[in-house]
């Protein structure tokens, strides 16, 4: 064979992976292969391979004479939608996607140029693990993997889907990245597999329901998205990168937008007169934004509160909204956690907070406190005050309690904050109140449930409604609801140059 021959047939082998056969395999259990993957990922002819002829060093265990081109992952840059982007794609069928030396090799090449370039990551994760035939220097190719994405952390967007098995130290390399999207049925997630649970607690557990994607999505919030298969999880992750730029110098993507009828009428009656009823806050969300640009985040993990980008005359934001149709929006653990992270992800990236907040207050109980309502109420609490993008307030009806601090109240930073004229800014509900502090007078009253009655109505009236804090200037404005998203468009424009830079320091101290 003369040279050019020779590197074709190179190339021809790496494109192969581990073979006919084995892609087969790959098909059969309903997944695509890593090349069919950055295909459908990639803008058409946009991907540049980097690495497609490294080998393993390895030679026990007969691995000397087991060699794939690439070793099991294909690594390079390429566009999408016309901006650069840095992906790895871990091919299963090579040693089912495990992780060597060199493999880790190619991926710490592309992280590391991913960050000096100022552009994302994404990660098609599907791999058995750390390569058993190689032993430690797997585990610290695995290590030189974390170190890069919590030093990349905060500075380019990092964006990991899970397309297969993703199993013991392995999760932590996603875990630290930004979102993990998971693909129902065929991608599961856990440090220890049921194999070991089995032994160490008995414990009898499928893999789904060990570490699948609803599994992840819903009771552990470990993934943020999950999609029926790999083209669609393909096109959520394009999509989800449309909203944020590139890395944390850029300002956010905008779309144009022309200025028409701004004053959605539909916003007036979404909050029901009886204070005690539910509505759904994506409606609010829905009659705010520009039309069908909600991305949920974490749809179906605490959903008491709501999370996503969205665009607003074309400019993305980060929307966080207690939701009353689920636990009539309090916060607890599991939501704080959420939107806390949201809250950050969305600082890093310079994307706009809007906050929409109708909140009786914290959870009660046992279950709360032993599981660190404290310190994790308090993740939110400093998610909000360490934020310096643009921020907005919208209460839209209950503002009680500490929530109505932590919620991006002026006196944690907020910038605008406004109320529509439902709105109740107080210590507590009215009945709560009245029981507390009237508690003698409507003891010893003639009728002492016609005495509660009267002194709720008391409270009600005094505080049940925006104007004490307009008055002290603590709300802005109070707004009819149809003029939400003009008096929005307006305030995040006039927020636009923002300048606001923290004190000097090492980093903070976040109640982790
Ligand atoms: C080397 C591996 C491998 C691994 C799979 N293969 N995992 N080779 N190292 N970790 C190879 C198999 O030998 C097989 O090769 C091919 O990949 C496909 O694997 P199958 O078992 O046939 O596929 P499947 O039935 O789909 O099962 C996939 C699997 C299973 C669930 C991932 O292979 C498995 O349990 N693998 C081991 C997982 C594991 O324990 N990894 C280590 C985790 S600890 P042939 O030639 O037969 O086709 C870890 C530590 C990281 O990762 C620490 C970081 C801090």
Same mark, same amino acid.
Request: glycine residues 8%; contains cysteine.
């Given at each position: 064979?003369?040279?050019?021959?020779?590197?074709?047939?190179?190339?021809?082998?790496?494109?192969?992976?581990?073979?006919?056969?084995?892609?087969?395999? /790959?098909?059969?259990?309903?997944?695509?292969?890593?090349?069919?993957?950055?295909?459908?990922?990639?803008?058409?002819?946009?991907?540049?391979?980097?690495?497609?002829?490294?080998?393993?060093?390895?030679?026990?265990?007969?691995?000397?004479?087991?060699?794939?081109?690439?070793?099991?992952?294909? %690594?390079?840059?390429?566009?999408?939608?016309?901006?650069?982007?840095?992906?790895?794609?871990?091919?299963?069928?090579?040693?089912?996607?495990?992780?060597?030396?060199?493999?880790?090799?190619?991926?710490?090449?592309?992280?590391?140029?991913?960050?000096?370039?100022?552009?994302?990551?994404?990660?098609?994760?599907?791999?058995?693990?750390?390569?058993?035939? &190689?032993?430690? $220097?797997?585990?610290?190719?695995?290590?030189?993997?974390?170190?890069?994405?919590?030093?990349?952390?905060?500075?380019?967007?990092?964006?990991?889907?899970?397309?297969?098995?993703?199993?013991?130290?392995?999760?932590?390399?996603?875990?630290?990245?930004?979102?993990? @999207?998971?693909?129902?049925?065929?991608?599961?997630?856990?440090?220890?597999?049921?194999?070991?649970?089995?032994?160490?607690?008995?414990?009898?557990?499928?893999?789904?329901?060990?570490?699948?994607?609803? $599994?992840?999505?819903?009771?552990?919030?470990?993934?943020?998205?999950?999609?029926? !298969?790999?083209? &669609?999880?393909?096109?959520?992750?394009?999509?989800?990168?449309?909203?944020?730029?590139?890395?944390?110098?850029?300002?956010?993507?905008?779309? *144009?937008?022309?200025?028409?009828?701004?004053?959605?009428?539909?916003?007036?009656?979404?909050?029901?007169?009886?204070?005690?009823?539910?509505?759904? =806050?994506?409606?609010? $969300?829905?009659?705010? =934004?520009?039309?069908?640009?909600?991305?949920?985040?974490?749809?179906?993990?605490?959903?008491?509160?709501?999370?996503?980008?969205?665009?607003?005359?074309?400019?993305?934001?980060?929307?966080?909204? !207690?939701?009353?149709?689920?636990?009539?929006?309090?916060?607890?653990?599991?939501?704080?956690?959420?939107?806390?992270?949201?809250?950050?992800?969305?600082?890093?990236? !310079?994307?706009?907070?809007?906050? @929409? &907040?109708?909140?009786?207050?914290?959870?009660?109980?046992?279950?709360?406190?032993?599981?660190?309502?404290?310190?994790?109420?308090?993740?939110?609490?400093?998610?909000?005050?360490?934020? %310096?993008?643009?921020?907005?307030?919208? =209460?839209?009806?209950?503002?009680?309690?500490?929530?109505?601090?932590?919620?991006?109240?002026?006196?944690?930073?907020?910038?605008?904050?406004?109320?529509?004229?439902?709105?109740?800014?107080?210590?507590?509900?009215?009945?709560?109140?009245?029981?507390?502090?009237?508690?003698?007078? =409507?003891?010893?009253?003639?009728? *002492?449930? /016609?005495?509660?009655?009267?002194?709720?109505?008391?409270?009600?009236?005094?505080?049940?409604?925006?104007?004490?804090?307009?008055?002290?200037?603590?709300?802005?404005?109070?707004?009819?609801? &149809?003029? %939400?998203?003009?008096?929005?468009?307006?305030?995040?424009?006039?927020?636009?140059?923002?300048?606001? %830079?923290?004190?000097?320091?090492?980093?903070?101290?976040? *109640?982790?």
């Amino acid at each position: 064979m003369n040279k050019r021959e020779i590197l074709d047939q190179k190339m021809k082998e790496a494109q192969m992976g581990g073979g006919q056969k084995r892609i087969d395999a /790959q098909h059969a259990k309903n997944k695509l292969t890593a090349r069919e993957r950055l295909d459908l990922l990639l803008d058409k002819n946009s991907f540049e391979e980097i690495g497609a002829l490294v080998k393993h060093r390895s030679t026990d265990f007969g691995m000397d004479k087991l060699h794939y081109p690439g070793d099991g992952v294909v %690594t390079g840059y390429g566009t999408i939608n016309g901006r650069l982007i840095y992906v790895f794609s871990q091919d299963f069928t090579v040693f089912g996607g495990s992780l060597s030396e060199t493999h880790a090799e190619k991926i710490c090449k592309i992280m590391d140029m991913a960050l000096q370039n100022g552009a994302p990551v994404i990660g098609l994760n599907d791999s058995g693990g750390a390569r058993i035939q &190689e032993g430690v $220097v797997s585990l610290g190719g695995y290590a030189d993997i974390f170190y890069r994405n919590t030093r990349a952390s905060g500075v380019i967007p990092q964006l990991s889907l899970i397309m297969g098995p993703c199993a013991g130290g392995a999760v932590y390399s996603p875990a630290i990245t930004d979102f993990i @999207l998971m693909v129902e049925d065929t991608s599961y997630m856990f440090v220890t597999g049921p194999n070991v649970v089995k032994t160490v607690t008995n414990e009898e557990v499928s893999s789904e329901d060990l570490g699948g994607a609803s $599994v992840h999505s819903e009771k552990s919030g470990v993934a943020h998205l999950t999609a029926a !298969n790999d083209l &669609e999880a393909i096109e959520d992750i394009k999509k989800l990168l449309s909203y944020i730029p590139q890395n944390c110098e850029e300002d956010v993507p905008s779309l *144009p937008y022309t200025i028409n009828q701004e004053i959605r009428e539909e916003l007036a009656t979404i909050v029901p007169e009886n204070p005690n009823l539910p509505y759904d =806050i994506r409606d609010v $969300v829905f009659g705010i =934004i520009d039309h069908d640009t909600f991305y949920e985040i974490h749809k179906n993990f605490a959903p008491n509160i709501v999370v996503g980008f969205a665009r607003l005359a074309g400019r993305s934001i980060g929307i966080v909204a !207690n939701q009353p149709a689920y636990l009539a929006g309090v916060l607890d653990v599991q939501s704080s956690q959420k939107a806390a992270r949201f809250v950050r992800f969305c600082d890093s990236f !310079n994307i706009p907070l809007l906050v @929409l &907040e109708d909140v009786p207050g914290f959870l009660p109980g046992t279950d709360q406190e032993w599981n660190a309502i404290i310190t994790n109420g308090a993740k939110l609490l400093y998610a909000f005050c360490e934020a %310096t993008v643009p921020r907005i307030t919208v =209460i839209t009806r209950k503002a009680y309690g500490g929530a109505y601090d932590v919620m991006n109240s002026k006196h944690i930073g907020a910038d605008m904050n406004f109320a529509w004229p439902s709105a109740e800014i107080a210590v507590m509900g009215a009945k709560g109140a009245a029981e507390i502090i009237f508690k003698n007078e =409507i003891k010893s009253a003639k009728n *002492p449930e /016609q005495a509660l009655i009267n002194k709720e109505k008391e409270y009600a009236d005094i505080f049940a409604n925006p104007y004490r804090a307009a008055e002290r200037g603590f709300i802005d404005d109070v707004i009819q609801p &149809e003029q %939400t998203r003009v008096k929005l468009i307006k305030a995040f424009a006039m927020l636009e140059n923002k300048v606001n %830079t923290l004190p000097k320091k090492k980093h903070g101290n976040i *109640p982790l």
